[in-house]
């Protein structure tokens, strides 16, 4: 974890980790959300609106996680994690974790495949964004299992 650190608000003179998230989105409406949960005085929150300003906003700044949009103009969320784990292979950055925003569930595919270290499948909510975020800055993965299908049984088969 690369945290930054700031002076305690309480001013007692600890310093407390501040976390360094970057959300990208072309859709403000996603940005506001995601950032709506996750504003506090221990998380930094940066935005990115296209694929390549998130990557160059990693290249130029210490972040702690990506969450970024399935969909994202010309270079969706995705393409943004496989560039991410292509930089990072040859040491052009450091590797930075990346949660998706998936539309479907048949993104999961995708998402597993671009070495992504979380996902959550649309609609969002406020208590998977957290749980996601916190187990991946906690070195985790995050699965969302939501999106599967409950199993139904009809009538009785026994006969």
Do not use: H, N
């Amino acid at each position: 974890m690369r945290a930054l650190y700031q002076v305690d608000p309480e001013s007692t003179g600890k310093f407390l980790a501040v976390e360094t998230i970057l959300i990208v989105s072309d859709t403000e409406s996603i940005r506001r959300e995601v950032a709506s949960v996750l504003d506090g005085p221990d998380i930094e929150l940066l935005f990115a609106s296209s694929g390549p300003d998130a990557i160059a906003t990693v290249e130029a700044t210490l972040i702690d996680l990506v969450i970024a949009d399935m969909q994202i103009g010309s270079m969706g969320g995705v393409a943004v994690c496989l560039e991410l784990r292509l930089q990072a292979s040859y040491d052009a950055i450091d590797e930075t974790p990346v949660l998706l925003l998936l539309d479907r569930r048949a993104d999961v595919f995708q998402a597993k495949r671009s070495g992504a270290d979380g996902w959550i499948v649309k609609p969002l909510d406020a208590m998977r964004i957290r749980a996601g975020v916190r187990a991946i800055l906690q070195g985790d993965r995050y699965e969302d299992t939501s999106y599967q299908p409950v199993p139904v049984s009809v009538g009785d088969q026994s006969a």
